[in-house]
């Protein structure tokens, strides 16, 4: 039985790293409960402060997930329009797969910045900006679904 949980945690895991890349999935926390399934294969595959550690940086990934594209585009010079026009790009071109996933976010902050009544110029840089934002919470959230991968299979 012991198998199984480990298993269904690092299928959680990965579900998770998949989450990280796609919308309406929360990566960190699916692969948390992945962690918080080996509970029930060993009393104490993990000390108690691990939990709390990494529950902690979960949340905080969550936070930061949604503060980085706009720090992004803020630090490139974009408005509200360019972080609404990033979501609304990734959302609406995930469904055109990977490449989707990369131009989406970037074409919807240029439209969005375009929207809100910038040039092209600072609107290419609002985008620029607010797709870096994008990528860089994308990685954080790897990162994080990745540690806690590592720390299940490093119990077994």
Same mark, same amino acid.
């Given at each position: 039985m012991e198998w199984v949980w480990i298993v269904l945690g690092i299928v959680l895991c990965l579900v998770g790293i998949a989450g990280s890349l796609l919308p309406l999935l929360p990566g960190p926390p699916i692969a948390y409960v992945g962690m918080l399934l080996q509970l029930f294969r060993d009393p104490n595959p993990f000390e108690a402060k691990s939990y709390w550690i990494f529950g902690g940086v979960v949340v905080i990934s969550l936070v930061l997930d949604y503060l980085i594209p706009i720090w992004g585009t803020k630090k490139f010079g974009g408005t509200k329009y360019?972080?609404? /026009? =990033?979501?609304? @790009?990734?959302?609406?071109?995930?469904?055109?797969?990977?490449?989707?996933?990369?131009? /989406?976010?970037?074409?919807?902050?240029?439209? @969005?910045?375009?929207?809100?009544?910038?040039?092209?110029?600072?609107?290419?840089? &609002? &985008?620029?900006?607010?797709?870096?934002?994008?990528?860089?919470?994308?990685?954080?959230?790897?990162?994080? =679904?990745?540690?806690?991968?590592y720390w299940i299979i490093a119990s077994i």
């Open positions: 360019g972080v609404w /026009g =990033c979501t609304i @790009g990734f959302i609406a071109a995930f469904w055109l797969g990977p490449l989707g996933v990369i131009i /989406g976010p970037f074409v919807g902050a240029f439209i @969005g910045e375009l929207i809100g009544g910038q040039d092209s110029k600072k609107s290419f840089k &609002a &985008a620029i900006g607010s797709f870096v934002g994008f990528l860089l919470g994308s990685f954080m959230k790897l990162v994080v =679904c990745f540690l806690i991968l």
